[in-house]
């Protein structure tokens, strides 16, 4: 299984490929609609890291993933540009996951 990496900056995608993971650079939702469809038409890639400034920028399409589709993986990532998480990050994440409020 092959991860890839989905980002707004060219940090975060010379950084995964020292690493050894491909990625795609994009600042458009169009863009990560079309990596998206790439990494689900390819049966190696299980995991794509996404980077969190995308997210908002395509909340629909992201979730609509992380639903629907059993392949691949969606994971968010801070960047370099990361404005830092707020304190109840984990418990927000277990309630959009699950939709249990802890």
Not at 9 to 27: E, F, K, P, Q, S
Not at 42 to 65: F, N, R, S
Request: hydrophobic share 40%; aromatic share 4%; net charge negative.
């Amino acid at each position: 299984m092959k991860f890839m990496v989905i980002s707004d900056n060219h940090d975060t995608i010379t950084g995964m490929r020292l690493a050894g993971i491909d990625g795609v650079l994009t600042h458009d939702v169009a863009g990560v609609h079309a990596a998206l469809t790439k990494a689900s038409e390819d049966e190696t890639i299980g995991i794509v890291l996404i980077t969190e400034k995308l997210v908002p920028q395509c909340h629909d399409l992201i979730y609509d993933y992380k639903l629907n589709k059993r392949r691949p993986l969606l994971v968010e990532i801070p960047d370099r540009h990361a404005e830092g998480r707020t304190a109840d990050s984990i418990t927000r994440y277990i309630r959009e996951a699950i939709g249990i409020k802890l």
